[in-house]
């Protein structure tokens, strides 16, 4: 494409241009990973900060034509510079969008929920590819292709433009993409004019009212999935979420099936004993069995567990469980079947809570995991740009019994593990896959299952 070309496929959106010629050979969202021929769609805000940012930016990047809503950018008598009116947008961005990464003719399947997501969309992806479909996904462990292979992108759901070339790249060779999608995503229109062939919807409870403000605002987001799905076409819902399906009573839904009619074994993996994972299994597995019109069915063993999910360590009698439970419905959910599942051992959580996040969640996070354990570590989570001593008041606020405060979460686990039960149950929560531990804007290399596999290798 050359701008010649742009400019005429813009021309209705355009308040502001002062190109010269110029051949441009991509798409992009990000300063530093722009190009001299690259389109560059930077969404400016209109503070003074947000532009001086922006300015410092470009002194290390270059680009081939800059888009942007924000007509303040003209004092800078910037080259190559397009403005658009900002109810265009993403409009604009799709026409060029379709140009340079023609969206493949692939299936499409959007995953919600607030817990579940990640799991339900691994379980899908894999099932896909043990029928003999090519399936890749997008979410929060990555982008992963039908081989295994994943690209990071540290978001659940990447922006539109992310989006659409991992679409069109991966397009090429596979015949599904399965993709979580985020409440955020959803109300910013990360997904814009992306249609599914099939959608499903994991679970609801509290979580993101920082953004959402209300629970009712966090579940009509949600529901603007919706909008994406194609005409007749219903929405999966595990038939164990009973306040869910209430919620959704008056939209068309289908309910799952039970796991025992959809798989092989009689006798199930720990990891699909307790009710949360079956509810994971099933609804990726009734997305399957709509797509392509199969009710084979599978052989869990064939199924890898995604990393940080329910993830578990056998150590001197002491069994580890890494999970990135992080709301305090996750943290029921996975106490709960803990107790379930090992009635007869002690339970130890380690737990956090993230900072800028919903604070609200934090004392309701305590109080669930004082109802499932003996011993209770609060302990650091991704502060952001918060205090870790004032996140782990927060928490401790729903502990009315006895709970330990240790900030540095390598110590914490490590003195879980040495004050814990020989039998014990050792629950550490909220990190799950994550490398790191981010303090205001750096993320720290750090992983919970290096810590485990420290104390593992000190006991042999």
């Not at 969309?121 to 992963?144: C, E, K, M, Y």
């Not at 110590?411 to 149950?425: D, G, L, T, V």
């Not at 205001?440 to 593992?456: C, F, R, T």
């Amino acid at each position: 494409m050359n701008d010649k070309y742009l400019l005429k496929i813009l021309a209705p959106f355009i308040i502001h241009q002062n190109l010269k010629t110029k051949d441009l050979t991509d798409v992009t969202w990000k300063a530093e990973d722009s190009s001299s021929s690259s389109v560059l769609f930077y969404n400016l805000r209109d503070t003074i900060d947000e532009k001086n940012e922006f300015l410092k930016r470009l002194e290390k990047n270059k680009y081939g034509v800059l888009i942007t809503v924000n007509d303040d950018i003209l004092s800078e008598n910037l080259d190559n510079l397009i403005v658009l009116e900002k109810s265009n947008w993403l409009k604009a961005q799709k026409i060029v969008l379709d140009h340079f990464y023609p969206m493949p003719k692939i299936k499409l399947v959007g995953i919600t929920g607030t817990n579940g997501k990640t799991t339900t969309t691994d379980l899908a992806r894999q099932i896909s590819n043990l029928w003999g479909h090519r399936a890749f996904s997008i979410g929060t462990l990555g982008v992963i292709d039908a081989e295994g292979n994943a690209t990071e992108t540290n978001l659940t759901t990447p922006p539109y433009i992310w989006i659409r070339k991992f679409l069109y790249e991966l397009g090429k060779n596979h015949e599904v993409g399965i993709m979580e999608i985020s409440s955020h995503a959803l109300v910013q229109k990360r997904v814009y004019e992306l249609t599914f062939d099939e959608i499903a919807w994991t679970s609801f409870s509290q979580d993101h009212l920082d953004y959402h403000k209300t629970l009712p605002e966090y579940f009509a987001a949600k529901e603007l999935i919706y909008e994406h799905v194609k005409p007749s076409h219903k929405m999966w819902v595990p038939h164990r979420e009973t306040e869910l399906l209430k919620k959704l009573s008056k939209r068309p839904v289908s309910e799952t099936a039970d796991i025992t009619s959809m798989v092989t074994n009689s006798k199930l993996p720990i990891f699909f004993q307790n009710d949360f994972n079956k509810n994971n299994f099933e609804l990726a597995y009734s997305i399957n069995k709509s797509l392509w019109n199969s009710d084979k069915k599978v052989d869990l063993t064939k199924l890898i567990p995604p990393a940080g999910r329910y993830s578990a360590f056998e150590s001197a009698n002491q069994l580890f469980i890494i999970d990135f439970a992080h709301t305090p419905d996750a943290l029921e959910n996975i106490c709960s079947a803990i107790r379930k599942d090992f009635s007869e051992k002690p339970l130890t959580v380690v737990f956090g809570c993230g900072g800028n996040r919903d604070r609200t969640k934090r004392p309701l996070m305590g109080k669930v995991v004082e109802k499932y354990a003996e011993k209770i570590i609060i302990t650091n989570d991704n502060p952001r740009f918060e205090t870790p001593e004032v996140i782990a008041a927060d928490a401790r606020k729903g502990v009315q019994g006895d709970c330990e405060i240790i900030l540095d979460r390598k110590k914490a686990i490590k003195h879980a593990a040495e004050k814990s039960s020989k039998n014990a149950i050792i629950l550490i929560a909220g990190k799950g896959h994550e490398e790191y531990i981010q303090i205001e804007d750096i993320k720290h290399p750090y992983s919970d299952y290096q810590v485990v596999q420290e104390i593992i290798e000190s006991r042999k």
